[in-house]
C-alpha cells in the first residue's frame, strides 16, 4: 500500500486526477470506478478543469458506480445515481450509457446486486476504484464487520454512518436504511484501489484502516490486501499514522514517471 501526504483535498484531488488522465492516456476506454460524498468532489472537479483545458479527452471514458441508497424513488436528486449523473458524467460531457450502476429501486435487490457483479465483470472490471472513507471505516457502503471476500448485496447503515449522511437530506429520518453496495470482495477486483480522506474526522479510521490489523471491523483495512493500493489523505486525515515521516519521505524521493 502506498500512502501519500498531500497539503489538502485540492491538492488531493490535483493528484488522483492526473492518475486518472494517464490511465485515460494509456487506455481511452478505462472503466472509472467512482465513489460519492464530499471527499471526491475535488477529484472530479480537477478532471473537469482538465478536460476544459482540452488536456484529456474523456469521450470514450466509462464509469461505473460504487453504491446506492435502496428505496429512493428513481431520479431523486440524492440518489448516487443522481449524485454521480450530475457530478460526473455530465461535467465530464459524458453519455448516460457510459455509466453502469446497480438499481435502487429494483423489486429484486439480491438479483438487482448479482447483475450489478455481473455487468462490471462483463465491462472488463474496474481499472480504476476511487473510494472514500467512512468515520467507522467502511469502504462504499461496507459497514465494519462486512465480509471481506462479500460480493454485492444489500446491507444496512449504521447509525454513525446515517447521521454522517443526514447534511444531504432535508431530514435524518430521510436517509434511507437499507443500500446496495459492491463488495469489499468485488472491491478488491478493480486493478488500481485509490482511497482518498481529508479532514481530522477520517484521522482514525485512516490510521486503524493502514497501519492496524486487516479486520472486517475496518473494512478499509482489506486495502492491505490488495497488490496497488494508493491511500491519498491531506494533513488532517494523516494525523494519526505513526509512519507519516516515512510515507512522505517515500513519497519525495519518488520519480515522477512511475505516478502512483
Ligand atoms: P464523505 O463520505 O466523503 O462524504 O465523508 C465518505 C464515505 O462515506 O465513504
Redesign the pocket.
Known sequence: MEVVIVKDAAAGGALIADSVAALLRRRPDALLGV??????LPVYRALTALVRAGALDVSRARIAQLDEYVGLPQGHPESYRSVVLREVVEPLGLDEAAFLGPDGSAEDVQAACEAYDRALAGAGGVDLQL????TDG???FNEPCSSLASRTRIKTLTRQ?RE??ARFFDSPDEVPHHVITQGIGTILEARHLVLLATGEG?ADAVAQAVEGPVAALVPASALQLHPHATVVVDEAAASRLKLADYFRATFAAKPEWQGI
Request: glycine share 24%; proline share 6%.
Open positions: 465513489a460519492t460524498g464530499s471527499t471526491p473510494l472514500g472513507i467512512g467502511h469502504i462504499g454512518t454522517d449522511n477520517k
